[in-house]
Nanobody, 124 residues
């Protein structure tokens, strides 16, 4: 499965931005997630949504500000970011893993086989 992110850019603190991730094929069952990374730091899990259940989970740092959603008809999932902060500045990556049962927690990079190339978000 190939993943392509879009929607990154520069935004002022307190503003909003929505990222999108388009998959080359529909993931009927699995997890779709967003991670982010800044130079010199490990990639950090941001949010995840399961398919088909639609169950979501968020990192504490973004709870109440970010919302993950998906549109299976478009093979796309989104990360809506509101009230952004300078510390949200990072390269954002989408990730996906097909399956029903998972041995690794959603926050683990190793839980995902498919990754996008990343989209930069800069908050000033």
């Amino acid at each position: 499965v190939q993943l392509v992110e879009s929607g990154g850019g520069s935004v002022e603190a307190g503003g909003s931005l929505t990222l999108a991730c388009v998959a080359s094929e529909l993931i009927h069952s699995g997890r779709m997630a967003w991670f982010r990374q800044t130079p010199g730091k490990e990639r950090e899990a941001v949010a995840v949504i399961s398919s088909p259940q639609g169950v979501t989970a968020y990192a504490d740092s973004v709870k109440g500000r970010f919302t993950i959603s998906r549109d299976n008809s478009k093979k796309t999932w989104y990360l809506q970011m509101v009230s952004v902060r300078p510390e949200d500045t990072a390269m954002y990556y989408c990730a996906a893993q097909s399956g029903v049962e998972f041995s690794l927690p959603w926050i683990s990079q190793n839980a995902y086989m498919n990754w996008g190339q990343g989209t930069q978000v800069t908050v000033s």
